[in-house]
């Protein structure tokens, strides 16, 4: 089936319009009429070739909300007519210790991402979502069970919701913990609003003094501006967790000298250079942690997702067209958007 996308022919060039080819469904497949999809930072880096390996043409996203428009003739969990979202794989081994424990993100073979992965199909890679419609294994599609006016705001919770998710719960985050959120961006603002709702303390993070009331409007009980030394000393040796989305080359060392013995500090956002390297003695004299989480398996995902519908929460978001989507990358290069840019799909037509 040939469907109408937005992507790019080369790392130089304008995102544009144009044709792609969509799989009739095999027999454990689930097609998707897309009615948003979200912009992630990862699809500007990808698309610019910013990040190495891109795959052209590139059509970028893996945000993605729509309706089951057709099943596969094994499929028994989804029906046409669902609202399903689509996050950032669609494919693993499905049989390796990871994807067993249902954690195929971290896939020994290597997870299929939405969009620039490994494909049997022309062009032989994968395209995401900036486009009409998609096919995908059954086993990597959500159910989505907020209401359908709200879908556009549930698009980013398929890749900045379950970044953020999947380190909460692994870490076990919850009342009683003191927990940092540092970035108050796509990733972040989810952090912080997921950590609220799981019932921790949540001090907010930010360069900026002018985003303190946005953050405490997120559910931030405090806000710290990194900058002030005074307002960073004040927090010394006192968080059990920290959640790093910050994307940017940075000192570590300034947070982790705020993690209590045996705290741990997570980061999610991946800089395009290195992090200076982190002093050593402030890790050993408390016996503090960094580590690092990427995205989430499907079951948690899933988890996130009912979880985020029984507690209303969406992302804040800007719902855009297609032909503004090139705006959109050079509004967020300057973190210009609260907090992330939604495509309507409609307007791919």
Known sequence: MTVMAYGAYAADTPLESMQIMRRAPDPHDVAIAIVYCGICHSDLHTVRG????????CVPGHEIVGRVTAVGSNVTTFEVGDLVGVGCMVDSCQSCPSCAEGLEQYCEAGMVPTYNGPSAYAPCHTLGGYAQAITVNENFVLKIRHGEEHLAAVAPLLCAGI?????????????????????????????????????????????????????????ADQVVVSRNANEMAAQADSFDFILNTVAASHDLDAYTALLKRDGTMTLVGVPEHAHPTPAVFNLVSRRRSI????????AETQEMLDFCADQGITADIELIRADEIEAAFERMRKSDVKYRFVLDAASLA
Do not use: Q, Y
């Open 50 to 57: 910013e990040w190495e390996g891109t795959l052209f043409p």
């Open 163 to 219: 970044t953020t998710w999947s380190p909460l719960r692994h870490w076990n985050v919850g009342p009683g913990m003191k927990v940092g959120i540092v970035g108050i961006g796509g990733l972040g603002h989810m952090g912080v609003k997921l950590a609220h709702a799981l019932g921790a303390e949540v001090v907010a993070f930010t360069t900026s003094a002018d985003k303190c009331d946005a953050a405490l409007a997120l559910g």
């Open 291 to 298: 580590a690092g989480s990427m995205i989430g398996g499907i």
